[in-house]
């Protein structure tokens, strides 16, 4: 069946951030200084149990540019994928 895979399949990523465990706001924290250290265009993976955490990474990456590539949520984790901005507007 077309896109049944499509929701199972992770977009490459080049860095992993595995905040299960941490509540807001230091999934969102963490994210920025990992994403400090990438190149532009380069894609994060973060881990998150943090209810809050969708919202948090929505609002973080549309005040800096950054670009959630894919969000993933299932009642254990939350998966984002988060492409670095070229030019990431400081916060």
């Known amino acids: 069946m077309p896109g049944m895979n499509e929701a199972l399949e992770k977009p490459p990523h080049q860095e992993h951030l595995d905040a299960k465990g941490l509540n807001c706001?230091?999934?969102?924290?963490k994210?920025?200084?990992a994403l400090n250290k990438m190149q532009s265009g380069e894609v994060l993976y973060v881990e998150a149990t943090d209810p809050h955490a969708t919202i948090d990474f929505e609002a973080y990456c549309a005040r800096t540019g950054h670009e959630i590539v894919k969000l993933i949520e299932s009642p254990e984790v939350i998966e984002i994928f988060v492409k670095r901005a070229e030019n990431p507007k400081k916060i």
Do not use: F, I, T
């Not at 706001?25 to 924290?29: C, K, N, Q």
């Open 31 to 33: 994210a920025k200084v």
């Open 25 to 29: 706001p230091l999934p969102v924290l």
